[in-house]
Structure formats: C-alpha cells, structure tokens
C-alpha cells in the first residue's frame, strides 16, 4: 500500500483545511487509517483514526472530522477553526485489520504511512 497526503498549505488562525490521502493497493475499506501530526521540535501524536471505530484526540475534537470514501481508496481529514498550535506536518498511515478505541492511535499498529504534508496556521 502506497499513500499520498495532500492538501496542507498555509491558513490564517481560524480557517479550515481538508488534507486527503489516496491509498494505492486493494481492500481499503479493510484497513484501519489514522492522521497523526509532528509540531517542530516535538514528537509524532495522534489526531484522529478511523476504522473499527472513530476516535479523536481531545485537541482536536469539536474541529477536526475524519472520513473516508472507501470507493476512492481515499481518506480525509477536514480540519476547521486552525489554531497556530495545529502548525505540524501531517502524516496519514495504514493499518491492517480494524482497531477499536485506544489500540488505534499507537503509531506501531501502523504499517504504512505517507510522505506528509505541512500545514502552517498564522495568527
């Protein structure tokens, strides 16, 4: 499975985004996907799964929405009212089977990831 992470760019604090990430490969509708982002200087986290179940994390809850179209082997992540904290380079990634709740947003589950995609937030 291949993915391509799309759609970052620069917004203004308060204006949405909607990053995508087209899988190549069969059985998407099969695999767990998750978003996860890196901010300069910190380590890797989870933004939001979706899969055997949707899961978000608390930043990012009320604001961000995961989707996806299975026909399009195509997942989203719509990303409204941008906080300059949301500043990070965003990675799809794929995981095979379903994970449900917490299982979903360990990074190690995860056996292919993007190339990223930046997204910067002004103030």
């Known amino acids: 499975v291949q993915l391509q992470a799309s759609g970052g760019g620069l917004v203004q604090a308060g204006g949405s985004l909607r990053l995508s990430c087209a899988a190549s490969?069969?059985?998407?509708?099969?695999?767990?996907m998750g978003w996860f982002r890196q901010a300069p200087g910190k380590e890797r986290e989870i933004v939001a799964t979706?899969?055997?179940?949707?899961y978000y994390a608390d930043s990012v809850k009320g604001r961000f929405t995961i989707s996806r179209d299975n026909a399009e082997n195509t997942v989203y992540l719509q990303m409204n009212s941008l906080k300059p904290e949301d500043t990070a380079v965003y990675y799809c990634a794929a995981a095979r089977g379903r994970y449900y709740g917490s299982s979903a947003t360990f990074q190690g589950v995860y056996d292919y990831w993007g190339q990223g995609t930046l997204v910067t937030v002004s103030s």
């Open positions: 979706s899969g055997g179940s949707t």
């Open positions: 490969g069969r059985s998407f509708g099969n695999y767990n």
